[in-house]
């Protein structure tokens, strides 16, 4: 059975960096693609980015040239670094295996000073 | 971007009786390679997504029979034949056909 924790989520201030962590058992995060996708609390969901098979990757606008998605296969694990945040960026980050596959339970990164 | 726009409940929905939610996208979500990449997710309060329907119509690992998908292009249909306590939260569609990949606003369905 497929399983992803998320971790590494903090309170962090405008400007700053934070890594998230994805680590996945049950499968190899290097045999499927993967995601993040983040939710504002109470609201809807918002897809940030996404890791191919191949390693290609993508992101939304909002995202771009600010976060990265990468993984180590060694450690079955998924990142997202995450630079220059802003406060709206504030949400609880989910890792999906897949299109929705699995979901993990989430990780909150709150921007605030 | 592609906007996914879902309707809401008019109320809330009594046990064993049905429930249909419906989606639009502002584009034709059938992708180059003749398959529609239309999802539905439902979430209950407190927990992740899960993920109920992909490609339409097709039930992910486990999910009840009562939970069913229909249409093409850019309009979509998520129905519950009968509708049980555990199925309260929001429900989301979800388009992979093109990046960005876009959700819905989500439904809410309470149990009267």
């Known amino acids: 059975e497929a399983q992803l924790v998320e971790t590494g989520g903090d309170l962090v201030q405008p400007g700053g960096s934070l890594r998230l962590s994805c680590a996945a058992s049950g499968f190899s995060v290097s045999d499927t693609h993967m995601n993040w996708v983040r939710q504002v609390p109470e609201k809807g969901l918002e897809w940030v980015s996404i890791i191919f098979r191949s390693g290609g990757t993508y992101y939304a606008e909002s995202v771009k040239g600010r976060f990265t998605i990468f993984r180590d296969s060694s450690k079955n694990t998924m990142y997202l670094q995450m630079n220059s945040l802003r406060r709206d960026d504030t949400a609880l980050y989910y890792c999906?295996?897949?299109?929705?596959?699995?979901w993990g339970q989430g990780t909150l990164v709150t921007v605030s000073s | 971007d592609i906007v996914m726009t879902q309707t809401e409940l008019s109320s809330p929905v009594t046990v064993g009786q049905p429930a249909s939610i419906s989606c639009r996208s502002t584009?034709?979500?059938?992708?180059?390679?003749?398959?529609?990449?239309l999802s539905w997710l439902h979430q209950r309060p407190g927990q992740p997504p899960r993920l109920l329907l992909y490609?339409?119509?097709n039930r992910f690992s486990g999910v009840p029979d009562r939970f069913s998908g229909t249409g093409a292009g850019t309009e979509f249909t998520l129905k519950i034949s009968s509708v049980e306590v555990e199925d309260v939260g929001v429900y989301y569609c979800m388009q992979t056909t093109r990046f960005p990949y876009t959700f819905g606003q989500g439904t809410k369905l309470e149990i009267k």
């Open positions: 584009q034709s979500l059938e992708h180059t390679d003749g398959n529609t990449y």
């Open positions: 490609k339409i119509s």
């Open positions: 999906t295996r897949g299109n929705g596959n699995d």
